[in-house]
């Protein structure tokens, strides 16, 4: 696959992103950021490593000379506590219990899940909806559990069948978000 093929076949799949998805999904979480709620964040593999990365641009990025002030908590960060829970209960509660014992009122929760049908990620997303939470995902492939059960009140779906043009994706949404949060003074 030629460099060209790829960009034309990343920009063919951003462009068929609903962008009414997307505005409803940034007004949202702005909403979220202004009334200073905690955004708690989780993905696996790929998508865990762009939940850190959405960690660390909200909280520093938007913060930084603005009148923003995020606060994102990405739960795969803590290690020990994924390890313990994982070994002492079960991998698939590895985020909903840390969901669980969460002892605000309110929180949001952000998922970041190329199927949207792990096991993990779906239980947590129910434990928060349980909760009250507000529910935030980016998903890919047909949307899976995470959009067939309804389990993200805001929800950006990219509709194509190859991981790495979901990453990609989700990272550029993750990356176009800060950027519009940044601007927002």
């Not at 309804?150 to 950027?179: C, F, P, R, W």
Request: hydrophobic share 40%; net charge negative; charged share 25%.
């Amino acid at each position: 696959m030629l460099f060209d093929d790829y960009i034309s076949n990343i920009n063919d799949v951003l462009k068929n992103i609903n962008k009414k998805d997307i505005e409803i999904f940034y007004e949202r979480l702005l909403n979220a950021i202004e009334l200073n709620e905690p955004i708690l964040s989780f993905g696996n593999g790929g998508s865990s490593s762009i939940v850190e990365h959405l960690s660390c641009d909200f909280n520093k990025g938007v913060s930084e000379n603005n009148k923003l002030n995020p606060f994102v908590i990405n739960l795969p960060s803590n290690v020990a506590l994924m390890t313990a829970i994982s070994n002492d209960i079960s991998y698939d509660e590895v985020f909903s219990k840390q969901i669980e014992w969460v002892k605000m009122d309110f929180c949001n929760v952000f998922a970041v899940s190329s199927s949207g049908n792990s096991e993990n990620i779906v239980r947590a997303l129910r434990t928060a909806k349980s909760k009250k939470y507000e529910t935030f995902a980016m998903v890919g492939f047909d949307g899976g559990r995470v959009k067939s059960e309804g389990l993200a009140d805001n929800l950006i779906h990219v509709n194509v069948n190859d991981y790495q043009l979901i990453e990609d994706s989700h990272h550029i949404l993750m990356h176009y978000l800060t950027k519009r949060l940044m601007k927002k003074n």
